[in-house]
C-alpha cells in the first residue's frame, strides 16, 4: 500500500489525538470526581463548614473570599493556603490577605477528617471550592455543582497577590480591566461583587474616603452622610487597631441577599471598588437588576462562582495533593 493512501487516516488520527488532548484538561475536572475513590467527600466538607459556621458565623463570609483570593493569583490550586517560610513570603501574608483573611481552621479541619477517611485523595484545593459553595448555601445562597479533580499548587508568593486581586479603591474601568484578565464579562464582575453581602472589613480598606479623600474634601461626597458618620464612630481617624471591623452589608451581614447592590443605590456602598458601580451606565443597571431581583442575583452568583472554580485549574500529574494544607510535601 502507498503511503498516500496512508495519509489520509493518519492525519485524521493525529487530529483526533490532537484534540482529545486539548481538552484533556477541562475533562479531568468533573462533578462527582470522588464519587468512587472517596464517596463521603463532599459530605465531610459541607459538615466542617456546619461545624465551623456554627462557632463563628462570620467565617463563611471569610471562606468564600478566601476561594476568590485563590482563584485570582495563580488559579485555584490553593496557594492561599500555604504557610510562609523562612526562605518564602506566601499569598496568605501579603497585606491583602493578613490579617483579614479567616477560615483556615475550617478547611485544615476538613482535611484532616478526609485524610482519616480517604488518605491521599482529596486535593486542598477542592476542598477550598467545596466549602466556599457550602458557606453560600448556608448564609441563604443558592447552591451549585462544584467539579472537581484540581490540583495542589506548590508555589506561594505573596509579592504575586496585590498584582491580580482588585484593591477596594479600583474605580469601574479598572475593575472591569481586572476581572476581563481573568476571563470574566463586565456583568460578571457586577455579580461577583456582590460577594460583599456577607462578612466584613478593616477599617483600613475605606478610611480614606472618611478622612482623605482629595485635596478638596476629606469626606467622599458619593457616602451617605449618616452612614459615614456610623463608620467614623467604629473607625476613628488615624486608628492603627487592627480588631476594628465594620459588617459590609449592616442590614444582613451573613446572608447571602441582594442587600449590598441596595446598598449601593442609597450610595452605602461601603468602598470605593462597590460605589462606583453607580459611575456607569452599564454597571449601574445591573445593580438596579440585582437589587430588584434577589433570586435572579443568586443564581447569576452561583453560576459565576461556579465559572471562577475553574480558574487555571491544575489537573492530571500537575501539582500534587497535600498531605497539609498548609506546607507542600516532602
Sequence with gaps: MSSKKLSRPCLVCWVVVFLFCTQSVHSQLEVGFYRSSCKLAEFIVKSAVRDGFNKDRGVAAGIV????????????????????????????????????LRGFEVIDNA?????????????????????????????????????????D?????????????????????QLTQNFANKGFSQEEMVTLSGGHTIGRSHCSSFSNRLYNF???????PTLDATYATSLKQTCPQGSTDL???VPMNPGSPATTDAGYYI??????GLFTSDQT?????????????????????????????QKMGKLDVLTGNAGEIRVDCRVINS
Aim: proline fraction near 5%; charge should be neutral; include cysteine.
Design 277 to 305: 458601580l453607580l459611575t456607569n451606565a452599564a454597571t449601574a443597571t445591573q445593580v438596579n437588576i440585582n437589587a430588584r431581583n434577589s433570586i435572579l442575583w443568586r443564581r447569576k452568583f452561583a453560576a459565576a462562582m
Design 214 to 220: 482629595n485635596g478638596t474634601t476629606s469626606q467622599d
Design 111 to 151: 482535611k484532616a477528617r478526609l485524610e482519616t477517611e480517604c488518605k491521599g485523595i482529596v486535593s486542598c484545593a477542592d476542598i477550598l471550592a467545596f466549602a466556599a459553595r457550602d458557606s453560600i448555601e448556608i448564609t441563604g445562597g443558592f447552591g451549585y455543582d462544584v467539579p472537581a479533580g484540581r490540583r
Design 263 to 268: 446598598d449601593i443605590l442609597a450610595n452605602r
Design 65 to 100: 473570599r478566601m476561594h476568590f483570593h485563590d482563584c485570582f493569583v495563580r488559579g485555584c490550586e490553593s496557594s492561599v493556603l500555604l504557610d510562609s517560610t523562612p526562605s518564602n513570603k506566601a499569598e496568605k501574608d501579603s497585606p491583602a490577605n493578613n490579617p483579614s
Design 243 to 245: 480588631s476594628l471591623v
Design 153 to 173: 499548587g506548590t508555589v506561594s508568593l505573596a509579592s504575586e497577590v496585590l498584582t491580580n486581586l482588585p484593591p477596594p479603591t479600583f474605580n469601574v474601568d
